[in-house]
C-alpha cells in the first residue's frame, strides 16, 4: 500500500469510527499505519502485547490498539510542500488576562513553599474553514522531520494530532534511553541561543529528577552534556540518558508510569505541581502532555513519547495545547509569548484548513 493509498485509507476508517494511527519516527521518511479490523475488539487499555499506546496526563483513559487486530502498512513520506509564514492570530485579551493570572499565581505558591518549577498550560480553539485529513497528514508528515509526528483516533478519544520533540523512554531488550527537555525560545537560523539561568536552572531540575527516578531501575546510566535542541520553529535544552536495565524491570508500561509525569510537563516536586495543576488550569488537558507510542512494534523495541505540540481535530475546529515552565524568576508576559510562539508548530499544519 503506497502513501496514498494509506491517506485515503485514514479517511474511510476515520468516517466509520474504527481506531488507527499512523505515526513516523524522528528523523525518518517512512510512515507506519496501524488500522484496526472491522469487527474487533477495540477496547482493550491494556500494554501486555504488541500495538500502540495513548495515555492521558491526569484524568482519562489509556487506550491501545493491538496488532493482533489490526492490519499494518507502511509507505516512504513524499517532499513536496514548504512550511507557512507565521499564522497571525486574533489578539484576545481575556485569555491572555486569565493565562498570565495563572502564571503569576504558579510564581507566587513556588515563592511561598519549596516547590521549583510548576507547568502551567492552556488551550486554544481554532475555527476551520474546511476539513481535510488528507492535508493534515501532508503537512504533519513534511513539516516536522526531527519530531514524532502522529495521526490518532480512537471512538473514545477522537482524533489527535501532533508533532513531539520529547522522548519518554525507548527500550530494546535491557537497554533504556530517555531525555530531558526544557527551556524555549523561538528558533533564528545562524544565531547560537543565549540561555538564561531561569532556563538553564530549569533543564537541570528535569534532569536531577529523572536520574533519580532512574536509579532504582537501573544499573547503569549515562548522562550527556547539555545540547541545543530544534523542534520545527523553537529550539530547547535537551540531556540524553541511556543506560542497562536492571533484571525484571523492562515492563514499558510500569517504567512510563514511573518516569510520567516528568518536570517538563508537570513540575517539581511532582506531587505538589500535579495538585496546582488540577487545582488552578480549570480545563482538563485530557491527552495534551500524557505519552504515546509503539510497543514492541519493531524488533522487540518499544518508544513512549511526551505528547507536546498537540491538538485535538473535528469537523469544524482545533484544540491546540500549549504550555510553559513556571519558575520564581518567570515573567508571566514572556511565558504568555512562549505559548503563542508553540501555538505556532499545529497551526502551521493547519494553515490550508484556515
Not at 526544557?182 to 532556563?199: D, F, I, L, M, S
Request: net charge negative.
Amino acid at each position: 500500500m503506497d502513501y496514498d493509498q494509506i491517506s485515503d485509507k485514514i479517511e474511510r476508517h476515520y468516517q466509520n469510527q474504527l481506531p488507527f494511527v499512523v505515526y513516523a519516527t524522528p528523523e525518518s521518511d517512512t510512515l507506519n499505519a496501524i488500522f484496526t479490523k472491522e469487527g474487533s475488539d477495540h477496547n482493550s487499555s491494556a500494554m501486555s502485547s504488541n500495538g500502540f499506546v495513548m495515555a492521558p496526563f491526569y484524568h482519562g483513559e489509556s487506550l491501545f490498539i493491538s496488532l493482533e487486530e489490526s492490519d499494518t502498512y507502511s509507505a516512504v513520506i513524499p517532499i513536496n510542500i514548504e512550511a507557512s509564514e507565521r499564522v497571525d492570530l486574533d489578539q484576545n485579551s481575556t485569555e491572555e488576562t486569565k493565562y498570565k493570572k495563572l502564571v503569576l499565581d504558579a510564581i507566587n505558591r513556588i515563592a511561598t513553599t519549596e516547590m521549583e518549577k510548576i507547568v502551567t498550560s492552556r488551550k486554544l480553539l481554532q475555527l476551520l474553514k474546511f476539513f481535510s485529513l488528507s492535508k493534515v497528514l501532508d503537512r504533519l508528515m513534511q513539516l516536522y522531520p526531527t519530531a514524532f509526528r502522529y495521526i490518532w483516533y480512537h471512538p473514545k478519544s477522537g482524533l489527535w494530532v501532533g508533532a513531539t520533540p520529547e522522548v519518554l523512554l525507548s527500550i530494546k531488550e535491557d537497554q533504556f534511553v530517555t531525555m530531558a527537555l526544557a527551556g524555549t525560545q523561538e528558533y533564528q537560523e545562524g544565531r547560537t541561543p543565549e540561555w538564561t539561568e531561569k532556563e538553564i536552572a530549569e533543564q537541570q531540575w528535569v534532569v536531577d529528577d529523572i536520574s533519580q527516578r532512574l536509579q532504582p531501575i537501573a544499573n547503569v546510566i549515562n548522562i550527556s552534556k547539555i545540547r541545543d535542541h530544534r523542534a520545527g520553529n523553537l529550539v530547547h535544552l535537551r540531556t540524553d540518558f541511556s543506560g542497562t536495565l536492571k533484571k525484571g524491570s523492562n515492563q514499558i508500561g510500569d517504567l512510563c508510569r514511573l518516569l510520567h509525569p516528568t518536570p517538563a510537563i508537570c513540575g517539581t516536586p511532582r506531587e505538589a505541581a500535579l495538585s496546582f495543576i488540577l487545582e488552578n488550569e480549570n480545563y482538563d488537558r485530557s491527552y495534551y502532555t500524557g505519552f504515546l507510542g509503539p510497543i514492541g512494534i519493531s524488533s522487540n523495541q518499544s518508544h513512549c513519547y511526551v505528547n507536546l505540540r498537540c491538538m485535538k481535530l473535528e469537523a469544524e475546529h482545533a484544540t491546540i495545547y500549549v504550555g510553559g515552565g513556571v519558575t520564581e524568576g518567570s515573567i508571566p508576559k514572556t511565558e504568555w509569548e512562549e505559548t503563542e510562539s508553540k501555538l505556532q508548530t499545529m497551526l502551521n499544519v493547519l494553515a490550508p484548513l484556515l
